[in-house]
Protein backbone atom coordinates (compact mmCIF):
# COMPACT_ATOMS: atom_id res chain seq x y z
CA UNK A 1 0.00 0.00 0.00
CA UNK A 2 1.43 3.33 -0.85
CA UNK A 3 -0.56 5.58 1.49
CA UNK A 4 1.49 4.48 4.66
CA UNK A 5 1.00 7.98 6.42
CA UNK A 6 -2.68 8.03 6.27
CA UNK A 7 -2.76 9.25 10.06
CA UNK A 8 -0.50 12.36 8.51
CA UNK A 9 -3.06 13.44 5.76
CA UNK A 10 -5.82 13.59 7.96
CA UNK A 11 -4.07 15.03 11.00
CA UNK A 12 -5.10 18.74 10.87
CA UNK A 13 -7.78 19.99 12.40
CA UNK A 14 -11.08 21.03 10.33
CA UNK A 15 -10.93 24.82 11.66
CA UNK A 16 -6.55 25.14 10.15
CA UNK A 17 -5.59 28.43 9.90
CA UNK A 18 -4.20 29.21 5.97
CA UNK A 19 -0.31 27.59 7.28
CA UNK A 20 -2.14 24.43 8.55
CA UNK A 21 -4.29 24.38 5.00
CA UNK A 22 -1.09 24.58 3.41
CA UNK A 23 0.33 22.46 5.52
CA UNK A 24 -2.30 20.32 4.73
CA UNK A 25 -2.31 20.55 0.82
CA UNK A 26 1.30 19.86 0.94
CA UNK A 27 0.89 16.55 2.68
CA UNK A 28 -1.79 15.63 -0.04
CA UNK A 29 0.53 17.06 -2.71
CA UNK A 30 2.82 14.08 -1.51
CA UNK A 31 0.22 11.64 -1.83
CA UNK A 32 -0.82 12.47 -5.32
CA UNK A 33 2.78 12.14 -6.22
CA UNK A 34 3.06 8.63 -4.90
CA UNK A 35 0.26 7.55 -7.05
CA UNK A 36 1.22 9.84 -9.78
CA UNK A 37 2.45 6.37 -11.95
CA UNK A 38 -0.99 5.02 -11.71
CA UNK A 39 -2.32 8.26 -13.93
CA UNK A 40 -4.06 7.76 -16.85
CA UNK A 41 -6.10 9.93 -19.12
CA UNK A 42 -10.14 8.63 -20.26
CA UNK A 43 -9.62 8.34 -24.32
CA UNK A 44 -12.91 10.87 -24.39
CA UNK A 45 -13.07 14.48 -23.72
CA UNK A 46 -15.84 14.78 -22.15
CA UNK A 47 -14.44 12.96 -19.18
CA UNK A 48 -11.90 15.31 -18.69
CA UNK A 49 -13.89 19.07 -19.11
CA UNK A 50 -14.16 20.83 -16.30
CA UNK A 51 -11.48 19.06 -14.01
CA UNK A 52 -8.83 20.96 -12.87
CA UNK A 53 -5.27 19.30 -13.33
CA UNK A 54 -3.33 21.89 -11.02
CA UNK A 55 -5.84 22.20 -8.25
CA UNK A 56 -6.11 19.48 -5.03
CA UNK A 57 -9.07 19.88 -2.82
CA UNK A 58 -8.18 18.17 0.84
CA UNK A 59 -11.17 16.54 2.89
CA UNK A 60 -13.79 17.37 -0.40
CA UNK A 61 -13.67 14.70 -1.70
CA UNK A 62 -17.59 14.51 -1.53
CA UNK A 63 -18.54 17.94 -3.37
CA UNK A 64 -15.84 17.25 -5.51
CA UNK A 65 -17.13 13.63 -6.69
CA UNK A 66 -20.58 15.23 -7.05
CA UNK A 67 -20.00 18.28 -8.64
CA UNK A 68 -18.14 15.87 -11.55
CA UNK A 69 -21.08 13.49 -11.30
CA UNK A 70 -23.55 16.45 -12.40
CA UNK A 71 -21.68 18.21 -14.83
CA UNK A 72 -23.94 18.78 -17.71
CA UNK A 73 -21.26 17.65 -20.20
CA UNK A 74 -21.55 14.09 -18.70
CA UNK A 75 -25.44 13.92 -18.76
CA UNK A 76 -26.08 10.57 -20.02
CA UNK A 77 -23.00 9.28 -19.98
CA UNK A 78 -23.40 6.75 -17.48
CA UNK A 79 -21.23 7.00 -14.57
CA UNK A 80 -21.80 6.40 -11.21
CA UNK A 81 -20.93 7.85 -7.92
CA UNK A 82 -19.39 5.97 -5.53
CA UNK A 83 -19.46 6.35 -1.76
CA UNK A 84 -16.67 4.09 0.05
CA UNK A 85 -13.92 4.05 1.43
CA UNK A 86 -9.85 3.72 0.42
CA UNK A 87 -6.59 4.11 1.56
CA UNK A 88 -6.32 7.65 0.62
CA UNK A 89 -8.13 8.84 3.72
CA UNK A 90 -8.91 8.08 7.17
CA UNK A 91 -12.66 7.04 7.04
CA UNK A 92 -15.52 7.78 3.87
CA UNK A 93 -14.01 8.61 1.27
CA UNK A 94 -15.90 8.94 -2.48
CA UNK A 95 -15.16 8.46 -6.31
CA UNK A 96 -17.03 8.48 -9.61
CA UNK A 97 -16.94 5.27 -11.47
CA UNK A 98 -16.42 6.22 -15.92
CA UNK A 99 -17.53 3.54 -18.27
CA UNK A 100 -14.56 1.69 -19.74
CA UNK A 101 -12.69 0.76 -16.44
CA UNK A 102 -11.60 4.30 -15.25
CA UNK A 103 -11.92 6.21 -11.73
CA UNK A 104 -12.15 9.89 -10.97
CA UNK A 105 -10.88 11.05 -7.62
CA UNK A 106 -12.11 14.50 -7.36
CA UNK A 107 -9.48 15.41 -4.34
CA UNK A 108 -6.58 14.49 -6.04
CA UNK A 109 -8.15 15.58 -9.79
CA UNK A 110 -7.21 12.57 -11.20
CA UNK A 111 -8.06 9.16 -13.28
CA UNK A 112 -6.78 6.00 -12.40
CA UNK A 113 -7.72 2.89 -14.14
CA UNK A 114 -10.92 0.89 -11.78
CA UNK A 115 -8.56 -2.14 -11.38
CA UNK A 116 -5.43 -0.16 -9.47
CA UNK A 117 -8.20 2.09 -8.02
CA UNK A 118 -9.65 -1.04 -6.03
CA UNK A 119 -6.13 -2.68 -5.67
CA UNK A 120 -3.11 -2.26 -4.61
CA UNK A 121 -3.17 2.18 -5.65
CA UNK A 122 -6.33 2.88 -2.86
CA UNK A 123 -7.99 -0.12 -1.61
CA UNK A 124 -11.00 1.37 -2.72
CA UNK A 125 -14.18 -0.64 -1.17
CA UNK A 126 -17.57 0.91 -2.26
CA UNK A 127 -20.66 0.95 -0.08
CA UNK A 128 -23.16 2.49 -1.94
CA UNK A 129 -23.18 3.44 -5.87
CA UNK A 130 -25.65 5.69 -7.15
CA UNK A 131 -26.42 5.65 -10.40
CA UNK A 132 -25.83 8.84 -12.88
CA UNK A 133 -29.46 9.71 -12.81
CA UNK A 134 -30.35 8.73 -9.07
CA UNK A 135 -27.76 11.32 -8.54
CA UNK A 136 -28.98 13.95 -10.19
CA UNK A 137 -32.52 13.57 -8.16
CA UNK A 138 -30.77 13.30 -4.98
CA UNK A 139 -28.20 16.30 -5.70
CA UNK A 140 -31.38 18.42 -6.29
CA UNK A 141 -32.65 17.70 -2.27
CA UNK A 142 -28.87 16.97 -0.87
CA UNK A 143 -26.45 18.92 -2.87
CA UNK A 144 -25.46 20.86 0.64
CA UNK A 145 -24.96 17.48 2.11
CA UNK A 146 -23.29 15.00 0.17
CA UNK A 147 -21.09 13.29 2.71
CA UNK A 148 -24.63 12.44 4.89
CA UNK A 149 -26.84 10.58 2.15
CA UNK A 150 -26.42 7.08 3.18
CA UNK A 151 -27.10 8.54 6.93
CA UNK A 152 -29.81 10.94 5.05
CA UNK A 153 -31.57 8.57 3.36
CA UNK A 154 -31.04 5.91 6.32
CA UNK A 155 -29.31 3.05 4.08
CA UNK A 156 -27.76 -0.17 6.29
CA UNK A 157 -23.94 -0.02 6.87
CA UNK A 158 -22.05 -1.84 4.22
CA UNK A 159 -19.33 -2.80 6.07
CA UNK A 160 -17.83 -6.80 5.10
CA UNK A 161 -21.25 -6.85 2.44
CA UNK A 162 -21.72 -6.03 -1.41
CA UNK A 163 -22.17 -2.83 -1.98
CA UNK A 164 -25.61 -1.26 -2.36
CA UNK A 165 -26.74 -0.23 -5.97
CA UNK A 166 -29.40 2.68 -5.71
CA UNK A 167 -30.89 2.99 -8.92
CA UNK A 168 -33.28 5.96 -10.00
CA UNK A 169 -36.38 4.25 -8.54
CA UNK A 170 -34.90 3.31 -5.57
CA UNK A 171 -33.60 6.76 -5.09
CA UNK A 172 -37.12 8.10 -5.70
CA UNK A 173 -38.45 5.42 -2.99
CA UNK A 174 -35.78 6.89 -1.08
CA UNK A 175 -36.54 10.17 -0.94
CA UNK A 176 -40.30 9.70 -0.67
CA UNK A 177 -39.23 7.95 2.59
CA UNK A 178 -37.03 10.14 3.85
CA UNK A 179 -39.32 13.31 3.83
CA UNK A 180 -42.51 11.41 5.00
CA UNK A 181 -39.89 10.78 8.02
CA UNK A 182 -39.16 14.09 8.38
CA UNK A 183 -42.47 15.32 9.48
CA UNK A 184 -45.81 17.09 8.93
CA UNK A 185 -44.16 20.49 9.09
CA UNK A 186 -41.73 19.54 6.09
CA UNK A 187 -44.38 18.25 4.14
CA UNK A 188 -46.28 21.09 4.40
CA UNK A 189 -43.21 23.36 2.82
CA UNK A 190 -43.28 20.50 -0.67
CA UNK A 191 -45.52 21.11 -4.03
CA UNK A 192 -48.40 19.85 -4.53
CA UNK A 193 -47.16 17.64 -6.76
CA UNK A 194 -44.11 16.45 -5.28
CA UNK A 195 -46.58 14.98 -2.39
CA UNK A 196 -48.59 13.51 -4.83
CA UNK A 197 -45.55 11.77 -6.24
CA UNK A 198 -44.52 10.36 -2.83
CA UNK A 199 -48.09 9.32 -2.13
CA UNK A 200 -47.75 7.36 -5.62
CA UNK A 201 -44.23 6.09 -5.05
CA UNK A 202 -45.36 4.37 -1.46
CA UNK A 203 -48.51 3.03 -3.16
CA UNK A 204 -50.97 5.61 -1.18
CA UNK A 205 -54.49 5.63 -2.65
CA UNK A 206 -55.30 8.65 -3.09
CA UNK A 207 -57.96 11.33 -5.56
CA UNK A 208 -55.55 13.33 -8.50
CA UNK A 209 -58.11 16.31 -7.08
CA UNK A 210 -57.37 15.94 -3.66
CA UNK A 211 -56.21 18.97 -1.85
CA UNK A 212 -52.53 18.99 -0.58
CA UNK A 213 -53.77 19.07 3.18
CA UNK A 214 -55.31 16.18 2.64
CA UNK A 215 -51.87 14.01 0.41
CA UNK A 216 -50.08 15.23 3.80
CA UNK A 217 -52.49 13.63 6.21
CA UNK A 218 -52.16 10.76 3.86
CA UNK A 219 -48.76 10.34 4.09
CA UNK A 220 -48.54 11.32 7.69
CA UNK A 221 -50.64 7.97 7.98
CA UNK A 222 -48.74 6.02 6.14
CA UNK A 223 -46.03 6.76 8.68
CA UNK A 224 -47.82 5.86 11.68
CA UNK A 225 -48.74 2.50 9.96
CA UNK A 226 -45.23 2.03 9.57
CA UNK A 227 -46.10 1.83 5.52
Known amino acids: MIFLNTLEMTAVKPDAHDHDREELVSIYEEGRQRAAPFEVVPPEQVWTGGV ?5 FPRECYKQALLYSIGSTRKGKGHQLVHGETSLALGGHAWVEIPGGFVFDGVFQRFYRRDDYYGDMA ?32 LPMTFNRPPIHISF ?16 P ?23 G ?10 MQSRENGK
Open 186 to 208: VLKRLSKDDLASFAEILGIEFER
Open 52 to 56: EFDAI
Open 210 to 219: QKKADLVRLL
Open 169 to 184: EYARELLAKHYVRSGE
Open 123 to 154: HATPWYVYDEAAVHLLSVHFRHDPGSWWSLLE
